[in-house]
């Protein structure tokens, strides 16, 4: 593969070569990791000039009608948006049901828009391993909002938090008590909670729970100085209310621009990212060291078998790898 042509074509804003590099980042075959290295290499200074928006929430709060509700306003206003959409892949098979431009039909006709749904894997909290590194080729190929939506179960929200600029937590009133419903943990990485579904009888019930998560935010310490989580109500369905969620999003990056958080969180990010590659390559090498894998089966099986503890095999196959 002609590293060099994909990367202009990417460039150039080409959805095949965009496509096909996305593809090759994900490719875990030695050769194309080595290829995928020298593209990000070159496309690195072309990235960066996007809104990263992390979206989560409870099952049937209509995520993917929000989100192609979001994305159509925002191309009307003339911007270039990217969804990657992390799938939750099986456990037993590792397929994964790979509907999302099923579910956003209108968006995924947008010339300007462009969605990708990527099979979970193993990763942890079920965020494509390579996420970040196709926010990077989206932004080299001319999106300014990259929208990222996960699959709202666990750890997923947390590891989505730590990769965009903002993260957007959709709710739905009329469920129950609302407050029960979501983890505090979640609550502390929002950096805004929208209510859907607030349409027809459905209105003072959405305004109700936006009351109760208002009066619940004031207990949380929040994640910066600067700003303060607002609630919002919206119908995506009716396309009511979405584009004050946008002007939120805009005072949110002049505000945290204005006292140099933006930057800040990036670079953090940008450390953050280096070491949960270290971490995974380090694991990877660990596995596949021709000392190490003879003894993995025998090792994992009196654990198992519970004659050896499991601190004790670590330092064993610890001490396999050192030899070398």
């Not at 947008?110 to 590194?133: M, Q």
Request: proline content about 4%; charged content about 20%.
């Amino acid at each position: 593969m002609n590293i060099e042509q994909l990367a202009t074509g990417i460039c150039n804003g080409q959805l095949r070569a965009l496509a096909k590099g996305i593809t090759l980042i994900e490719s875990r075959k030695p050769e194309h990791i080595q290829q995928s290295a020298t593209l990000l290499d070159k496309l690195l200074p072309h990235s960066g000039n996007s809104l990263r928006i992390g979206i989560s929430g409870v099952p049937g709060a209509g995520k993917s009608t929000f989100i192609e509700a979001f994305g159509i306003h925002l191309t009307k206003q003339g911007h270039k948006v990217a969804v990657l959409a992390v799938d939750p892949s099986s456990q037993i098979s590792g397929g994964s049901i790979l509907g999302d431009k099923t579910r956003m039909e209108d968006l995924a006709r947008d010339p300007n828009a462009f969605i990708r749904p990527s099979p979970a894997g193993s990763s942890l909290g079920g965020v494509a391993r390579k996420t970040r590194e196709t926010m990077l080729l989206c932004e080299a190929a001319g999106y300014d909002v990259i929208i990222i939506e996960t699959v709202g179960v666990g750890q997923s929200e947390i590891t989505v938090a730590s990769m965009v600029d903002f993260f957007l937590l959709l709710q739905l009133a009329g469920a129950g008590d609302e407050l029960q419903g979501i983890k505090k943990g979640v609550m502390e990485i929002a950096d805004a909670i929208v209510i859907n579904k607030a349409d027809g009888d459905n209105v003072s019930r959405a305004n109700l729970a936006k009351q109760q998560y208002a009066n619940a935010l004031h207990i949380l310490r929040p994640r910066s100085a600067n700003w303060i989580v607002p609630v919002h109500t919206c119908s995506a369905l009716h396309n009511e209310g979405i584009e004050n969620i946008w002007a939120m999003l805009q005072e949110y990056r002049a505000t945290m621009n204005q006292h140099h958080e933006f930057d800040a969180k990036r670079r953090q990010q940008a450390k953050e990212w280096m070491w949960a590659l270290l971490r995974q390559d380090l694991q990877d090498m660990f596995i596949h060291d021709k000392n190490v894998q003879p003894l993995l089966p025998q090792v994992e099986q009196a654990v198992l078998d519970g004659t050896t503890t499991p601190s004790a095999a670590s330092r064993r196959l610890l001490e396999r790898f050192r030899r070398h």
